[in-house]
Nanobody, 115 residues
């Protein structure tokens, strides 16, 4: 059974940093793109950053230059968030896509940035 688990969320003041982690467990050896998405109540889930198995990263304009996504291993991923702003607040979800197209989501980790 595949499980996607995020960690690292918390409360931080504006200007601070947090590092999120995503671990994919289970017998899965064909992960393609992995990514982070953010959702605030009443809004849709928006892309924050994605990374391919080869390390090609893509960022939302709002986080470019402040966030860094990395593929730590075949089944783990991190998001280093610096210079955090109150508008970065939300639940951050990890999404993973297998080469077959099957997609998995984690349950999310809450990031709160106070002004």
């Amino acid at each position: 059974q595949v499980q996607v688990v995020e960690s690292g969320g918390g409360l931080v003041q504006a200007g601070g940093s947090l590092r999120l982690s995503c671990v994919v467990s289970g017998s899965i050896f064909d992960l393609g793109v992995m990514g982070w998405y953010r959702q605030v109540p009443g809004n849709q889930r928006d892309l924050v950053a994605t990374i391919t198995g080869g390390g090609l990263a893509n960022y939302a304009d709002s986080v470019q230059g402040r966030f860094t996504i990395s593929r730590d291993s075949a089944n783990t991923m991190s998001l280093q968030m610096n210079s955090l702003k109150p508008e970065d607040t939300g639940v951050y979800y990890c999404k993973v896509v297998r080469f077959t197209g099957v997609t998995y989501w984690g349950k999310g980790t809450l990031v709160t940035v106070s002004s």
